[in-house]
Nanobody
């Protein structure tokens, strides 16, 4: 079992930055792949970014590439999403996700553990 708790969401203006955090517990953190997804009202859950066990490999959705950075600190059992140059269309609930399977996959069904999410609102 893996428990995930997100934090760091909030209200920010277009062009601003936010850093989301996800605290993991319940299993050896260094053996799980971590990811961020987001879901806007009326839309399906969308892949944002993923990071490998070691942090050596990352994957991003085309819509956030160059603006968002995923990272992890295995000593602290934390994963982060640094978001810059935020746009109105980035507004969503952001969820942290985890899987014990060693691959960076964009499909939400790949991930068996989910946090409750943190709201990010970008205003114009």
């Amino acid at each position: 079992q893996v428990q995930l708790v997100e934090s760091g969401g909030g209200l920010v203006q277009v062009g601003g930055s936010l850093r989301l955090s996800c605290a993991a517990s319940g299993r050896a953190f260094s053996s799980i792949v971590m990811a961020w997804f987001r879901q806007a009202p009326g839309k399906e859950r969308e892949f944002v970014a993923a990071i490998s066990w070691s942090g050596g490999s990352t994957a991003y959705a085309d819509s956030v590439k160059g603006r968002f950075t995923i990272s992890r600190d295995n000593a602290k059992n934390m994963v982060y999403l640094q978001m810059t140059s935020l746009k109105v269309e980035d507004t969503a609930v952001y969820h942290c996700a985890a899987t014990t399977r060693n691959a960076l996959v964009h499909a939400a069904t790949w991930y068996g553990y989910w946090g409750q999410g943190t709201q990010v609102t970008v205003s114009s």
